[in-house]
């Protein structure tokens, strides 16, 4: 049976169904915390396996936005049921969509059309999700209603400035916590002025803020980005018929959109995210005698660059069944035990990878020699300053390591482990780490291993089904 939102009620509706894992329910306006979680991870050799990790998060929040602006009924297969997705799928419940998830585990999105978007009657909780807050935004931004957003401690200390920017320039309001973080109340504009804004930073987050707002504006709204970063908004926006050009021009990508043109519902087949592939493919690489095969794993090129840095690394990974798949590249990776060598990550592949970072170093680690990765200032403003929580957590189980403002140097040769690591409620750190544990010599341990299901609910069960010997400790 499927769950009930018992909080979040589409307009006119007794309830509105969706699944989601009863243990992120919450109630109403209350912000609980997970219970921490600590985890231990021990040596393990000889992984195998055929995986299937979860759905892509970046197309999963993407459908989710775009299903419920759209007219007619958005079919959904393989949706990353995580907490960051959830919260999303509930901020489109409450602004008026109607959401549920059928036995077979599709979801079904009832959109509004691309003005049709309604006050929500409490705070949405992005809970950890930047994408899920900063991408909403944008899809709030040019339909007259007033919402409030709220997030966990680490969302909340995140900066929102990159995308109110834009969006105050097409005529949006903001109330917002010092320094423009959360929480916030976005007012949307009831005159939009559709913009062409130069992306200052490289992120996709602020391009497919200004392109979702640009939807409703009226005229042409433009993003040029000087640094290609992920295209997942563009591709679904053309699949889902929306008035949109690309053209490169002088180095860099021109993409407008053209406001106040209904979407058409779609059908949409999420891949496997490949920032999620990249724990067990690095275990894999890095546990002697192991072999796996991660199927169907989204290879969209401006997500690839850390098997690109892999590769160059001495990795041995292949390609099986390249294929397509709603809308994008895909593939199975087989992955092989592999003797690694340092290398030096230049700043023009860090769009391409910047979720990876924390599990490329701890392979780094690993690696003979010393690798250098630069152009990594986005690290320090993501789920937590990830730069220095990635060091920390490196030089606790005693690996070498230097670094400045934007780049990291590690050097390898073996981890001796026997740290514990503190995750800083991020996702990412608690599962890279977890990763090292399974090579180092002594075991390695985590302070909180529950931010994990913002992204890959059942990593401990899909590791440990591999091999892995990954294990919860009692809270301290
Ligand atoms: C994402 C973009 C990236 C990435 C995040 C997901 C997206 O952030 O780190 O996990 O889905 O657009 P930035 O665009 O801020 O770099």
């Known amino acids: 049976m499927p769950w009930v939102l018992p909080n979040v009620k589409a307009r006119g509706e007794k309830g509105v169904t969706a699944h989601f894992n009863p243990c992120i329910e919450f109630g109403e306006m209350t912000r609980m915390p997970p219970p921490i979680q600590p985890l231990i991870s021990r040596k393990a050799t000889g992984l195998k396996g055929r995986i299937k990790v979860p759905g892509d998060k970046s197309m999963s929040h993407r459908a989710l936005m775009l299903g419920a602006i759209a007219i007619g009924e958005t079919r959904i297969k393989g949706l990353l049921e995580a907490e960051d997705v959830v919260n999303t799928a509930r901020a489109m419940t409450a602004l008026g969509a109607r959401t549920s998830r059928d036995e077979a585990g599709v979801w079904h999105v009832q959109g509004v059309g691309v003005a049709g978007l309604q006050s929500p009657d409490q705070p949405l909780d992005f809970g950890n999700s930047g994408t899920g807050v900063r991408l909403a935004m944008g899809l709030m931004a040019t339909t007259p209603l007033i919402a409030h957003c709220i997030g966990d401690a680490s969302l909340s200390r995140r900066p929102m ?54 939807l409703n504006a009226p005229g042409r709204t433009t993003v040029i980005e000087p640094v290609a970063t992920r295209d997942h908004t563009e591709r679904m926006l053309k699949a889902f018929g929306a008035k949109l050009g690309v053209m490169d021009m002088d180095g860099a990508r021109h993409i407008s959109v053209e406001g106040q043109h209904e979407l058409v519902a779609q059908e949409i087949d999420i891949p496997g995210d490949p920032s999620s592939a990249a724990f067990p493919l690095v275990a894999a690489l890095l546990s002697e005698g192991s072999d796996i095969t991660i199927e169907n794993i989204m290879l969209n090129p401006t997500r690839t660059g850390l098997l690109t840095t892999l590769l160059e690394m001495g990795a041995q990974i292949g390609i099986e069944n390249p294929r397509t798949a709603g809308g994008e590249e895909v593939g199975d990776l087989r992955v092989r035990y592999s003797k690694l060598h340092g290398v030096r990550v230049p700043a023009a592949r860090a769009p391409s990878m910047i979720d990876e970072y924390p599990i490329l170093s701890v392979a780094a680690a690993f690696a003979e020699g010393t690798t250098r990765m630069e152009g990594l200032e986005e690290l320090r403003v993501k789920e937590s300053d990830r730069l220095a929580a990635v060091e920390a957590g490196l030089q606790i189980n005693g690996v070498v390591t230097h670094s400045g403002p934007d780049w990291l140097e590690v050097s390898g040769g073996g981890a001796p482990g026997g740290g514990r690591v503190i995750t800083h409620m991020d996702h ?30 059942d990593f401990v069960g899909l590791m440990n089904g591999m091999g892995a010997r990954i294990a919860a400790l009692p809270p301290k």
């Open 428 to 457: 990412r750190i608690a599962m890279a780490f977890l990763v090292m544990g399974l090579t180092s010599r002594i075991h390695v341990g985590i302070d909180d291993g529950s931010f994990i299901a913002t992204s890959f609910p």
């Open 161 to 214: 400035g990159r995308v109110t920017k834009p969006l105050q320039d097409m005529g949006v309001r903001f109330e917002a916590a010092e320094g423009g973080r959360l929480p916030l109340t976005i007012y949307g504009a009831k005159h939009a002025v559709p913009i062409t804004y130069t992306l200052p930073v490289a992120s996709a987050q602020v391009k497919s803020a200004v392109l979702l707002a640009g």
